[in-house]
Structure formats: C-alpha cells, structure tokens
C-alpha cells in the first residue's frame, strides 16, 4: 500500500485470474503512537467496530446479515513511526462491491452514531478478559518489558490497564471514531479475479481510475497495453502453434514421451509421460522405486492406481471423460475447432512480460485463462481454478526453458502453483518424438 496523503477514496486491484472470491481490504496509514492518549480509547471503538471475535459490527453485518463472508474484521494499529487501520474480508465475487459498501456503511455509522453504553460494555469486557488470558504467558509479560523499555512508557503501563480501560466513556469512542476512521479517505485494496470485480470498483474511486498492482507492488498501467486492432484469440494460439514448429509439423507426431524430476518432501520423484495416437496415454509418478500414482487411457478404458487402490472407468464415467482430455500431446490444435471458445481479454504482464491474455472454454464449459508471450508467441503460464465454493483455489502452471526437439520447441521446466502448499517444479531430462511406444504401455486389464 502507498504511505501517500490520502485525498479522497484510491482503489487499488490486483489480479488473480481465475478466483473465485475477493480479499478486500480499506485501509490506510493513521497517526496514532504506542501508550498515546487516544490508543486506549481506539482500541475500544475498534472492537466495537470490527475487533471483537464475533460480536463486532463488521462480522454482524457481512457475515450474520448479509451471508458474504465467514468473517469480516477490523484492526487499529499503533506504532513508533506510523500506524494503520484495516477493515478485511474474503467474499464471492458477486458481491464484492456490495461488500466495500458496507464497510464504508459500518466505518461512517460508528463516526456518526454514538455507540450505546451496552455495546460499550461488551467491548470492555472483552478486552479485560484478553487481558488477563494473556498474563498466564511468559512471553506476554516479557513482550510487556520490552515495549514498555522500547516506547519509554510509564512504568506502571500494563499495571493500570484495567483501571484506564474502565474510564473509557461514550464520548472517548465517538471522538477518536471521528478522528481515526476515515471512509472517505481509503485505499480499498481487492485482490481477485479483474475481469469480473474490477470495474466494479470504480464508483468508490475518487477519480474514477482503478490503480493496478503487480504481485510485488508494482504499478500496472493497462493503459499502455492497448490490444492490436483486429486481433483474435485465434489468432495468436494460430501464432503460438506456428512458433513452436508449424500445424504440419504437429500433426506428423504420432508419439511422444517424456521424463522429469521433481522434489516432493524432499524426495525426488520421477514423472513419466507417454502419448500414442490414437488417443492412448499414460502417466507414472514414482518415488523410491515405487509407483505411487499410474494413470492410462486406450480408448476404450481409463485407469487409476493410487497407493495400490486400482479404479477402472469406462466411456460416460467422471473418471474416463476427466482423462481424456489429457489425451492430446498438443491442446491448441483442437482450440481452431469450433468445439472451443476463445476470448482474446487483453494484455497483461506475467512477471515482466506482456502477455496477450485469451479465456479458452472447452467442450465441458470448463475455463482456463492463458498467457502467451507477445514477443516470443510461446505459452507461458496457464491458470484455473480448481474446487468448489469455499474450498476453490486459483492454480497456476508456468512453462519455461523451451528447447528443439526434433524440430519442436517444447518446455523443460514446468511450474505449478497452488495445488500443494508450496510450488511445484518439474524439470524434464528428455523429450522423444515420434520413437517407439509399445501398445503394452497403455494396457489395462
């Protein structure tokens, strides 16, 4: 976030292509020092707010009446140089404006409503009980010395805790409410998916322009990313085949495999691919001389053997028609047909490089969102969600470091993120094109 004067609301969006909730945040710098006289007072009014666990007014709203969120929060933060608030939540996409409205509906009704002597209470038990939960921590009271050495505090700070909170009156909470929370004079802050929040975002900027951010904090300036007229998505997945060796060249592979390492828990695990037209596949992953995961296709049956549990599907099962679509050795091919959508979306950069970036639904109504480089025309990440509801993830893979083989270029790193909590990286050792495959390979009996 800018540490800038703040004149009127700034929206700030970072791009997540692919999600399917918002991570908001309206936030900004507040001048408010350790062991001030307005800190007490703050923290009161920000439990009120947004601070408690389940009974400030944020989680009340966005989360017990409208249903947006699991919870919806606050924090007011005191510190040497310079402190900050934050009001945050995690909501579907469809309502992530609705979301920042009630934020700012929440921040300006606790500025200009006082509070009532009940809400009050609750916000100073609550403390007290935190309080006195935290001295049976040894590093809570030594975390006490220290600040109270680091911020030349009284010496009895922590000792009158109690006695100060209890002297917190309504008119101390609506004083530093109108001196502290600051709707008007916002960074809303939204990590999510741009295409579909984005530009709703626009009516709480004051001037009407969304900044854009890069995963590091770079400014994003979409404006000096203007699409060539007459572009088509089409267009440049029929530039990327031409790239990589040319639709003649592709359609003369019969089979290909390939051999790759990767570091799982700090194992290396062998990952073998194998293609055979027409439509036969197979992939193991192997660790320690064992096969922990096998996977084939031949037509007719699919089959997957998971720590010794064997599945076998047939043409119309979840499982065979999941499989399938791993079949082609090159997805883009089958993109020209009219079974696929293409939606040319813009351009944008993928760390550092400006992509054009095109929206692909296959066959199923499935999407991926693809990256291709504008320089180079090769593909350089994919990204799609995986999930449902709640439990959906954003999963990215990146391919890297293209090599000829046999006249082909063909990635030998590959980088997936999002599935496992850390990333996932593939290196491939060797590509074989059009060589020997025997149909005992796709075997399933």
């Not at 923290?43 to 699991?70: C, D, H, P, W």
């Not at 109690?162 to 008119?171: F, G, P």
């Amino acid at each position: 976030m800018p540490h800038r004067p703040l004149e009127g609301t700034q929206g700030c969006f970072a791009n997540k292509d692919g999600a399917v909730q918002s991570v908001i945040n309206v936030t900004y710098p507040v001048d408010i020092k350790p062991g001030s006289a307005d800190e007490l007072a703050a923290n009161v009014m920000n439990n009120i707010l947004g601070g408690g666990i389940f009974s400030g007014r944020l989680m009340q709203n966005l989360r017990e009446k409208k249903a947006y969120t699991y919870g919806a929060r606050s924090s007011l933060n005191s510190d040497k140089l310079i402190g900050s608030f934050k009001a945050f939540a995690s909501v579907r996409n469809s309502v992530t404006d609705s979301s920042v409205q009630e934020f700012i509906y929440e921040m300006e009704r606790i500025t200009n409503e006082p509070v009532s002597e009940n809400d009050l209470q609750l916000a100073k038990n609550s403390m007290a009980g935190s309080f006195a939960r935290s001295l049976e921590s040894p590093q809570t009271i030594a975390g006490f010395a220290l600040n109270t050495y680091r911020y030349n505090l009284p010496k009895d700070f922590y000792n009158t805790y109690l006695s100060r909170l209890e002297k917190v009156t309504l008119a101390d909470v609506q004083r530093v409410a109108k001196k502290y929370i600051k709707p008007s004079n916002a960074y809303i802050l939204v990590v999510g998916n741009k295409d579909e929040v984005a530009e709703r975002l626009l009516k709480f900027d004051g001037d009407k322009k969304i900044e854009y951010y890069d995963a590091y904090g770079e400014v994003l300036n979409y404006d000096n990313l203007a699409l060539p007229a007459g572009l088509t998505g089409k267009d440049v997945v029929e530039d990327y085949l031409d790239a990589i060796g040319g639709v003649n060249k592709l359609n003369a592979v019969n089979a290909m495999s390939s051999d790759a390492t990767m570091s799982l828990m700090g194992q290396e695990a062998k990952i073998l691919t194998r293609h055979k037209n027409p439509d036969k596949f197979h992939f193991a992953l192997e660790m320690n001389g064992m096969v922990m995961q096998d996977q084939k296709f031949n037509g007719q049956k699919a089959q997957t053997s998971q720590m010794g549990q064997v599945k076998v599907s047939a043409p119309g099962d979840e499982d065979y028609e999941d499989m399938k679509g791993r079949v082609k050795m090159f997805d883009q091919m089958d993109y020209l047909t009219d079974a696929y959508k293409l939606e040319l979306k813009g351009i944008e950069e993928v760390e550092g490089v400006k992509c054009y970036k095109i929206m692909v639904t296959d066959p199923k109504g499935e999407v991926t969102t693809q990256f291709y480089d504008m320089a180079s025309s090769l593909l350089i990440r994919t990204s799609a969600v995986v999930g449902e509801g709640e439990q959906a993830k954003t999963m990215n893979t990146d391919f890297k470091d293209y090599r000829d083989v046999s006249g082909i270029l063909m990635p030998f790193e590959i980088s997936i993120i999002g599935q496992a909590p850390f990333p996932m990286v593939m290196k491939v050792s060797k590509y074989e094109i059009n060589g020997t495959i025997e149909d005992k390979e796709f075997e399933i009996k």
